[in-house]
């Protein structure tokens, strides 16, 4: 299996920055696309930014300008450096990948914890 760990949320006040990272580890063959998704309390999960093994990114309209994705292949682990931060920004951030485990033939997508970002006014 593979197992991801994220780190780096916590409370900050609007305008500031955070740098959210996440590492996979495990049995690991390859990881595709990586992504990261939020969840506001009564608010549907969605995807705030998303990179492929090529690099190419996609973000939502949201956060253009203010979030960047990236990863480094060589640790298994992506980020995302989040700037200009606001109170609706507020949700706890989860990472995820669609990866092939050296014990499983198909790619499956695999959730980390989560980690909680609190934007103060």
């Known amino acids: 299996q593979v197992q991801l760990v994220e780190s780096g949320g916590g409370l900050v006040q609007a305008g500031g920055s955070l740098r959210l990272s996440c590492a996979a580890s495990g049995s690991i063959f390859r990881i595709n696309d990586m992504g990261w998704y939020r969840q506001a309390p009564g608010k549907p999960r969605e995807l705030v930014a998303a990179i492929t093994s090529g690099g190419s990114t996609n973000y939502a309209d949201s956060v253009k300008g203010r979030f960047t994705i990236s990863r480094d292949n060589a640790k298994n682990t992506v980020y995302l450096q989040i700037n200009s931060l606001k109170p609706e920004d507020t949700a706890v951030y989860y990472c995820?990948?669609?990866?092939?485990?050296?014990?499983?033939?198909?790619?499956?997508?695999?959730w980390g914890q989560g980690t909680q970002v609190t934007v103060s006014s």
């Open positions: 995820n990948c669609n990866a092939k485990s050296t014990i499983a033939t198909p790619y499956l997508n695999y």
